[in-house]
Structure formats: structure tokens, C-alpha cells
């Protein structure tokens, strides 16, 4: 993949730029040159067709098994680390940096990441892998609601039975639906005939569903292809994860774009990975990472399962983690169609001069872009926002 990326219009990437001053930042959004960057020519290992091949024959302690000790093999991987990867961050911060020594200017001003001055976006999400999972639905409802959060229900499509009246519960509470591949068997990229035979389907049930939203069953990826699903977004990416069957990821903490559809990573560890492969008892990697995010005014984007929330145990781990996530400041919660109408949005006021148009945002419907700047502070890059 070449290092300089180009969007939809055939604009560098950079043309995403948030920059408002006179001489503007370089600030990368689109994040496609490093997708998967340790795999780049072949991100999709034959290996990976394999393993799907005969997954359906064995048992689900077997599978287990061989997630767990093919673990020990991927968290010897250096890049991207794991679960915080710097690079993204890093480069955004060199690149004000460089443009405060050459301009000499205090602080530069930009496009603030999130609407309404708030430091951080913060989504809920959820994959139902099958009939356990929708059975345990309104009690993972029911703990969030008393939290005051909502959160997106991303569901296989031809895999189980949906009842209508699971749709109609989750939007009356004012979650999302979203499409997770017609089938949870791995096969939607595994190459492209598979992918062009799947497309058309995977847009009929998302204009049945009013979905927007999409997310690849076990994250699969192809970043050439995502932009011929014909969503608002898609969340297939993580930032970094080296234990998915694909590992790897995007380094990137915020939105960027695969051609016209926003693409949200998965900025926390999976609940599946830290309690069902790594065995881990508590949520301090939830805290660490979120923290971090936090800190650096990225997405919290959390993917939980209900079919792992099955006993107390996990439901208090995840209960913890909302209260958590509560307990931070700044939080713009919303939905993850929100974040990408958003970061649509944010986009086109910066390639059309936001200085003069953020005059006339605040009488627009919708949340109010509002200016950060970028300055040193004690031989560090600060945001402030």
C-alpha cells in the first residue's frame, strides 16, 4: 500500500487536515497507510482459510484451545504493540510540533476531534454471535440503562433467528442495529469471488434493517473492498490487536476514511480476548487503554459480547467498566451512526475553509464543531481543547 493514500475524490489524505491556521497542519485522519502494516501484500493468510474450513467440526473447547496456545505466538508480535500503539499519536503530535518551529507561532488552532468541546468519543457496541446471545440481550440492556448509556447491537444475519420484537425492544431504548455478515464462518473475505457473491445480499439486509453500520464477522478485512459495502461506516479494524485471527491493525484512534465509509476502529481490547483467550480476572487493561484514549482525545470504542456475559462474574467485570467509563470527564456519548455523521461532517468543514465556516455552525441542526489548538508545554505537545 503506498504511504501517501488518497480518499473518495482522489484528494491526498491529507486534505483531512483539521487545521484553521493560516499555514495549516499536516494532520493525517486517514489512516490507510498503515492498515495491517505488517501484512501488507498478503493481510489474509491462506492458513486463516484453513483453520475456517474445519472450525464447524471442532468443539468449541477445542477451538479454545488452539486460540489460547496460538496466543502465547501472537503476543510476541513488537508492532503494533499491544494494547496501546503510539504511532498514530505520535506522528499527529510531530507534525503540530514542526509546524509551531517553522511558523513560530504560541499554539496553533484546528478542528476540534469531537463537537460540543467534549476531549473524547466514547461508543458502546455489541456482537450477537447466536441464540445465546440474543436470549441475554435485555439484561446487558437493563445494566446500561442504569448508567445512562446506550450502545449498538450488530447481528449475523442468516445465522439464527431474529425476532422482531428484539429490534423494536432495542430501538425504543435507543440503540443502534447494525449488520454482522450474513454468516459468522469467516468466508466473506476470504477472497474476492466470496466477497462480490455476499455484496449484494449484505445490502438488501441493511436497507431491510435500516442499518448503517457494519462490522465483519471475527473483524475480517480487506481494506480495497470496504467502500463497495455502501455504508455510512464500518468497525472492522482494530487499532491494534495481534490475537485476532487476522491480527494487527490500523494504529489509529480516531475515525478516518475507506473511500466514501467511515471507518470506526475497535480502540478497546474485546471482552472475548481478555477473558476467554488471555483468562485475565480483572478490567485493568480496559482501564489502562481507556485512560490512554482518554488522554489523548481518541474513540473508546467498546465491543462486548452478551454471549459472554452469561454469568455474574462477567456482567459486574463489564458493570465495572461503566462505571469507569461514567466517571470520566468530557465524553461525548453517542451512537456510532453519530460519530460517523460527524466525522463526515467534520471533514467537509475543514476542506472548505473552517475558519469562515464555523461563523455560521452553531445555527445548523446537529452537535457544534467548535476549535482546539495545539501548543508546547513543558517540552511536550499539548491539546487544548
Not at 94 to 116: H, T
Not at 148 to 155: E, P, V
Not at 167 to 180: D, K, Q, T, V
Not at 340 to 367: C, F, I, K, M, Y
Request: aromatic share 10%; charged share 25%.
Amino acid at each position: 500500500m503506498n504511504a501517501v493514500t488518497r480518499n473518495a475524490s482522489g484528494a491526498p489524505a491529507d486534505a483531512h487536515s483539521p487545521a484553521l491556521s493560516s499555514t495549516p497542519a499536516a494532520c493525517p485522519f486517514d489512516a490507510t497507510g498503515f492498515l495491517d502494516r505488517q501484512n501488507v501484500g498478503s493481510r489474509r493468510s491462506p492458513l486463516l482459510n484453513r483453520y475456517y474450513a474445519i472450525k464447524p467440526m471442532l468443539p468449541r473447547t477445542v477451538q479454545l484451545a488452539l486460540r489460547r496456545a496460538f496466543a502465547k505466538y501472537q503476543a510476541r508480535r513488537r508492532f503494533p504493540s499491544w494494547p496501546i500503539e503510539t504511532l498514530r499519536v505520535d506522528e499527529l503530535k510531530e507534525r503540530f510540533r514542526l509546524q509551531l518551529q517553522a511558523s513560530g507561532s504560541e499554539r496553533i488552532a484546528f478542528l476540534n476531534f469531537w463537537p460540543e468541546r467534549r476531549r473524547f468519543g466514547l461508543i458502546l457496541t455489541h456482537d450477537v454471535e447466536g441464540p445465546r446471545g440474543v436470549e441475554n440481550i435485555s439484561r446487558v440492556l437493563e445494566l446500561e440503562r442504569r448508567y445512562g448509556l446506550h450502545s449498538s447491537w450488530n447481528f449475523v444475519a442468516e445465522d439464527y433467528a431474529i425476532d422482531p420484537a428484539v429490534f423494536s425492544e432495542l430501538r425504543a431504548a435507543g440503540c443502534e442495529i447494525g449488520l454482522h455478515g450474513l454468516h459468522h464462518d469467516g468466508l466473506l473475505f476470504a477472497d474476492r469471488s466470496s466477497f462480490l457473491t455476499q455484496l449484494p445480499r449484505i445490502r438488501e439486509v441493511m436497507s431491510e434493517w435500516g442499518a448503517v453500520g457494519f462490522r465483519s464477522p471475527a473483524t475480517h478485512r480487506q481494506p480495497e473492498w470496504m467502500a463497495e459495502l455502501g455504508c455510512l461506516y464500518d468497525s472492522s479494524f482494530p487499532d491494534t490487536d495481534p490475537f485476532e485471527p487476522q491480527p494487527d491493525g490500523c494504529c489509529s484512534i480516531w475515525p478516518f476514511f475507506l473511500g466514501n465509509v467511515v471507518e470506526l476502529p475497535i480502540t478497546m481490547p474485546q471482552d472475548h480476548t481478555l477473558f476467554e483467550i488471555l483468562r485475565e480476572r480483572t478490567i485493568a487493561r480496559w482501564v489502562q487503554k481507556s485512560d490512554w484514549l482518554v488522554a489523548n482525545h481518541g474513540l473508546v470504542n467498546v465491543l462486548v459480547h452478551p454471549d459472554y456475559l452469561l454469568d455474574a462474574g462477567r456482567l459486574e467485570l463489564y458493570e465495572e467498566l461503566l462505571a469507569h467509563l461514567t466517571g470520566l470527564s468530557g465524553a461525548w456519548h453517542v451512537l456510532p451512526r453519530d460519530v460517523a455523521s460527524w466525522w463526515r461532517r467534520r471533514s467537509h468543514l475543514q476542506n472548505d475553509e473552517a475558519a469562515q465556516v464555523l461563523a455560521g455552525v452553531a445555527a445548523e441542526t446537529g452537535p457544534r464543531a467548535t476549535i482546539a489548538h495545539a501548543r508546547m508545554e513543558g517540552g511536550e505537545l499539548v491539546f487544548e481543547i
